[in-house]
């Protein structure tokens, strides 16, 4: 999945499907959420029901990402992602840190909804690496800090759209 800067998000059919699919089996669960609400309401006092309040902080969760996963497929664009000169969401980057050619570390650019379908490390476009290596091209080294506040320098390899 990457994102262009329009705003759209890129996803391969394979990747629609399979959360169209994720997306399908939550809403078939819908009822069946619903039941064991009921079920626990019935056990009697709702201040003291741990069951009732579980199954309810459940269905929270399961109606957010139900609505995330809707607005995601009605927004996302299905097909191969624009081919960039730079590094963007999407891109698969190999780098290596401070001055040392011989570790490099290779991920993928992109939402945790894409770490489902590849084996390769993803990580997010918002994270300090994310930020500092977005719009980088391959020999160009670029410093960021780190949460833990050291200065980190890394430098772009290569990198190529995912092809996941």
């Known amino acids: 999945m990457s994102t262009t800067d329009q705003g759209a998000t890129w996803l391969s059919q394979d990747a629609y499907d399979r959360l169209q699919a994720e997306l399908d089996e939550l809403i078939a669960a819908r009822p069946a959420v619903a039941a064991e609400i009921n079920e626990r309401r019935e056990e009697g006092d709702l201040r003291e029901n741990g069951g009732y309040h579980a199954a309810r902080e459940e269905q929270g969760k399961q109606e957010a990402r139900i609505r995330y996963l809707q607005e995601l497929l009605r927004t996302a664009r299905v097909g191969e992602a624009p081919t960039a000169d730079a590094i963007a969401p999407g891109t698969v980057v190999t780098i290596y840190f401070d001055d040392d050619t011989d570790a490099t570390e290779t991920f993928l650019l992109g939402s945790r909804e894409i ?50």
Request: hydrophobic content about 30%.
């Open 115 to 164: 770490s489902a379908t590849t084996d390769l490390r993803v990580y997010s476009p918002e994270s300090a690496l994310g930020q500092a290596i977005l719009g980088s091209r391959s020999g160009q080294t670029v410093t960021y800090t780190a949460p833990s506040g050291a200065d980190i320098k890394v430098t772009v390899v290569r990198f190529e759209p995912y092809g996941g």
